[in-house]
């Protein structure tokens, strides 16, 4: 079992930044691979970043790409996600997850393991 954390949400203006972390602790975090994604208020949960267990490769949704990092830190059991230049419609609660393999990083049902979800809002 993996248990998942994640804070650093809260209420910024377009154009800003907020770095949301995903603390882990249970099983070995390195080991899995670790995605963000989020959901909307009337909309499906959406993949927004994933990268593997070594952070060797890392994928985003295109409406993020350029903006958003994800990156870890497996010393610290911690998975980060760095988003810039922020819009409304990044508005949405975000969701750390993770999981054992090495494909199809997209696709929320192929995750193991999800933390309770931070609220970002985002103000025009």
């Known amino acids: 079992q993996v248990q998942l954390v994640e804070s650093g949400g809260g209420l910024v203006q377009a154009g800003g930044s907020l770095r949301l972390s995903c603390a882990a602790s249970?099983?070995?975090?390195?080991?899995?691979?670790v995605g963000w994604f989020r959901q909307a208020p009337g909309k499906e949960r959406e993949f927004v970043a994933a990268?593997?267990?070594?952070?060797?490769?890392?994928y985003y949704a295109d409406s993020v790409k350029g903006r958003f990092t994800i990156s870890r830190d497996n010393a610290k059991n911690t998975g980060y996600l760095q988003m810039n230049s922020l819009k409304p419609e990044d508005t949405a609660v975000y969701y750390c997850?993770?999981?054992?393999?090495?494909?199809?990083?997209?696709?929320?049902?192929?995750?193991?393991?999800w933390g309770q979800g931070t609220q970002v809002t985002v103000s025009s």
């Open positions: 990268i593997t267990w070594r952070g060797g490769s890392t």
């Open positions: 997850a993770a999981r054992e393999g090495s494909d199809n990083y997209y696709y929320p049902t192929r995750y193991d393991y």
């Open positions: 249970g099983r070995t975090f390195s080991r899995y691979v």
